[in-house]
């Protein structure tokens, strides 16, 4: 079986630009969760969707967007981008289940630079 | 609100000797609990999971677990380390919803030849 791929693996942008990155998650598996990694602030969670519903929210700015098609396939955009959000994304997938034994599944990430 | 903290940045360890991560949460209720491991340009690897029962738990590459409610500790421990073990290890803990993890800042592990 296929694990999480995420696309591209490496981007450079710069200030004021929007992104676009794509995660495909196990098949199967309907959630997808998005989190940001940074040397500063770790591993922080973005959000979650399910059955294309976000179901979770961090706490990110309005500036950070996503969305989940029927096949499961997963996108986050970043509007405006700003030096700080120059991180690395990843993207996690699980069965549908809450709560007991839902073990998240993460892809390598994305390694978005922003200039 | 959740929170983890991960006590040590970096250890250095030599190989063959005994490792432990330190971990300790803050939860209201049970916590779901969980140790990552990332290695350099990697995402992150599931090494083992607690959500009830037996408080010592065992997980993949020869990790155990050890869950202590009255300690609020998860802390994560090898009997004899591998140079492939060096990497950077997180402790996470999930609600009930279990899709929403709260990270530690991670531990960094050098193996020393």
């Known amino acids: 079986k296929a694990g999480v791929t995420q696309t591209p693996r490496y981007l450079i942008k710069t200030r004021g630009q929007q992104v676009t990155l794509s995660c495909s998650p196990i098949?199967?598996?309907?959630?997808v969760s998005w989190y940001q990694q940074t040397p500063g602030q770790g591993l922080q969670f973005l959000f979650e969707?399910?059955?294309?519903?976000?179901?979770n929210k961090g706490n990110f700015p309005g500036r950070f967007s996503g969305r989940q098609f029927s096949n499961s396939r997963s996108e986050m955009n970043v509007s405006t981008l700003e030096l700080g959000d120059s991180a690395l994304y990843l993207c996690?997938?699980?069965?549908?289940?809450?709560?007991?034994?839902?073990?998240?599944?993460f892809g390598p990430g994305t390694r978005l630079t922003v200039l | 609100a959740q929170s983890v903290t991960q006590p040590d940045i970096h250890i250095t360890v030599s190989e063959g000797a005994s490792l432990e991560l330190r971990c300790n949460y803050s939860?209201?209720?049970?916590?779901?609990l969980f140790w990552y491991v990332q290695s350099p340009g990697q995402g992150l690897q599931l090494l083992l999971k607690y959500f009830s029962g037996d408080t010592l738990v065992q997980g993949i590459k020869g990790f155990e677990a050890e869950f202590k409610r009255s300690q609020s500790s998860f802390n994560l421990r090898k009997p004899s380390v591998h140079w492939s073990d060096a990497a950077e290890y997180f402790c996470?803990?999930?609600?009930?919803?279990?899709?929403?993890?709260?990270f530690g800042g991670g531990t960094r592990v050098l193996v020393k030849p």
């Open positions: 098949s199967g598996h309907r959630s």
């Open positions: 996690a997938s699980s069965l549908a289940t809450k709560g007991a034994d839902n073990e998240q599944f």
């Open positions: 996470a803990v999930a609600g009930a919803a279990g899709n929403k993890l709260t």
């Open positions: 969707y399910f059955s294309e519903t976000q179901r």
């Open positions: 939860y209201g209720a049970t916590p779901y």
